[in-house]
């Protein structure tokens, strides 16, 4: 699976957009952009996913450059409970057991009051 | 939170015992995963389940078993803890035919 790179960190002011880049250079054909993120303690949550065009559901919205080398994950009004570490990850659908994803360190969202 | 639960939620155990991470759920899915969470490491996964009684082994599988003998429910042990398996434990299942995973609220074991 292709590798993909974030900022270490990004602060956002509560109730603007948070704009999350991700690289993806390497990026083929069949693999999809997938977004989760991880709340202080608790176990990784998945945001969304896409595999060329952009995706939106009640969490947030994913955009895709056209060739697909990167992503941007919007959350379009941050509230303080989406401080979190947010992870991109590349990973073709395996359809089964096989799937392995790879969480990097992500990019620590910040938003402040 | 896709009917998961993990038990126990916190444990202390002394270096050379055994010790069992339960993974209950309760939607039926069929692929269930146990990862491990480290400063520095990120989530790497341990071992994962296709179905009852098929298991294969992850990234970091050294140290660890597991053991599915009813689809609900998905048990990691140590059995015999050292102090490099104090972590966080994170147990997942995979909805649907995509990688869509959703976790667990996690265990956290420290080994001395």
């Known amino acids: 699976d292709a590798k993909t790179t974030q900022p270490t960190s990004m602060d956002c002011a509560e109730g603007r957009a948070a704009n999350l880049p991700c690289n993806h250079s390497?990026?083929?054909?069949?693999?999809?952009v997938y977004w989760y993120r991880q709340i202080h303690s608790q176990g990784p949550q998945y945001i969304i996913h896409?595999?060329?065009n952009n995706e939106t559901n009640e969490m947030a919205s994913l955009i895709i450059t056209e060739d697909r080398k990167s992503s941007t994950l919007i959350l379009p009004h941050a509230t303080l409970r989406d401080t979190a570490v947010y992870y991109c990850?590349?990973?073709?659908?395996?359809?089964?057991?096989?799937?392995?994803?790879?969480f990097g360190k992500g990019t620590k969202l910040s938003v402040k009051p | 939170d896709a009917g998961i639960t993990q038990s126990p939620r916190h444990k202390v155990t002394e270096t050379g015992t055994p010790v069992t991470l339960r993974c209950h759920q309760t939607e039926n899915h069929r692929y269930m995963y146990w990862y491990r969470q480290d400063p520095g490491h990120g989530l790497r996964l341990i071992h994962y389940s296709y179905g009852v009684k098929d298991t294969d082994k992850g990234e970091v599988s050294d140290g660890y078993s597991v053991s599915r003998s009813k689809t609900e429910d998905f048990l990691l042990t140590l059995e015999s803890a050292t102090s490099s398996q104090t972590s966080v434990y994170f147990c997942?299942?995979?909805?649907?035919?995509?990688?869509?995973?959703?976790f667990g609220s996690g265990t956290q074991l420290s080994v001395l």
């Open positions: 390497t990026i083929s054909g069949n693999e999809y």
């Open positions: 990850i590349v990973s073709r659908n395996y359809g089964g057991s096989q799937g392995n994803l790879i």
């Open positions: 997942a299942i995979k909805s649907g035919a995509n990688e869509k995973l959703f």
């Open positions: 896409g595999l060329k």
